[in-house]
């Protein structure tokens, strides 16, 4: 009988040892095994979005992305982006412009735009667009989202200088 293998890793700031199944994909380690409802299961195959989250602040669709690939990496939920009492700036203007409207897509898009904003505090609105292309969203609140993405860009913790 052979041994499993470990991969370790961190998951919004906490360690996590896995040693299941290795053919695991890090959506269902973080939702079956970690119990995170923040990523969702969309299409399956990396398309829609649904399941962003961050690997090493950049973002990855965690349905198609083998839970062995991110060995020693650090990934983040919607979970890990703030909290209850301190929401992120970009949970706080979603919720401000009521931008998500069914919520399968948001925290996807939540997440994406956190990242976008840590690389380009200031973007245009071209930006918010292009950032979001990865993600599917069918109820109609696209423009609330931009609009939210600018109003956290606008946020003293985003602004330059």
């Not at 090493?56 to 890990?80: A, F, K, M």
């Not at 973007?123 to 423009?143: F, M, N, Y």
């Amino acid at each position: 009988m052979s041994e499993k293998k470990q991969t370790m890793f961190h998951v919004n700031q906490q360690p996590v040892h896995f040693g299941g199944d290795e053919k695991a994909t890090l959506l269902s380690v973080l939702r079956d095994e970690l119990n995170l409802s923040g990523p969702k299961f969309g299409c399956g195959q990396g398309e829609c979005g649904a399941c962003m989250v961050l690997v090493d602040g950049q973002p990855q669709t965690s349905c198609n992305l083998p839970v062995w690939s991110i060995q020693g990496r650090q990934v983040t939920t919607l979970e890990g982006l703030g909290t209850p009492a301190q929401p992120h700036p970009v949970q706080t203007a979603f919720i401000e412009e009521r931008a998500a409207q069914c919520g399968y897509c948001v925290a996807g898009i939540i997440t994406s735009a956190c990242a976008l904003l840590a690389r380009n505090p200031q973007p245009s609105r071209d930006d918010i667009v292009l950032g979001l292309e990865k993600h599917l969203c069918r109820c109609g609140a696209q423009t609330r989202m931009v609009r939210a993405i600018e109003r956290a860009a606008a946020s003293p913790i985003f602004k330059k200088s």
